[in-house]
């Protein structure tokens, strides 16, 4: 089994910043990207940051700018940087891990952290 472990949620005013981190409970070779989804309350989940493990990364329009997806390949951990932070910006952040084998898809999720932005 393995789990994604997430830290750095919390409450924040506009304009501020936080930094979410995720590591993976072991080592997955057949991971190739991670990233951080965020769902706010009636809203369908959406992809905010990913990163893959040659380094690309991909983010949503709503956030290009302000936020900063980085990894560590060797550990599975991943990181989001989110500065200039809004009230839209609050949602439950999850983290996910997503690669493929032989046989099948890897497709993991964290329990998700709140993130909520108010002053």
């Known amino acids: 089994q393995v789990q994604l472990v997430e830290s750095g949620g919390g409450l924040v005013q506009p304009g501020g910043s936080l930094r979410l981190s995720c590591v993976a409970s072991?080592?997955?070779?057949?991971?190739?990207?991670m990233g951080w989804y965020r769902q706010a309350p009636g809203k369908q989940r959406e992809l905010v940051a990913t990163i893959t493990s040659d380094g690309r990364t991909n983010y949503a329009d709503s956030v290009k700018g302000r936020f900063t997806i980085s990894g560590e390949n060797a550990k599975n951990t991943v990181y989001l940087q989110m500065n200039s932070l809004q009230p839209e910006d609050t949602a439950v952040y999850y983290c996910?891990?997503?690669?493929?084998?032989?046989?099948?898809?890897?497709?993991?999720w964290g329990q998700g952290t709140q993130v909520t932005v108010s002053s």
């Open positions: 072991r080592i997955i070779k057949s991971i190739n990207t």
């Open positions: 996910n891990a997503a690669g493929t084998t032989v046989s099948s898809r890897l497709n993991y």
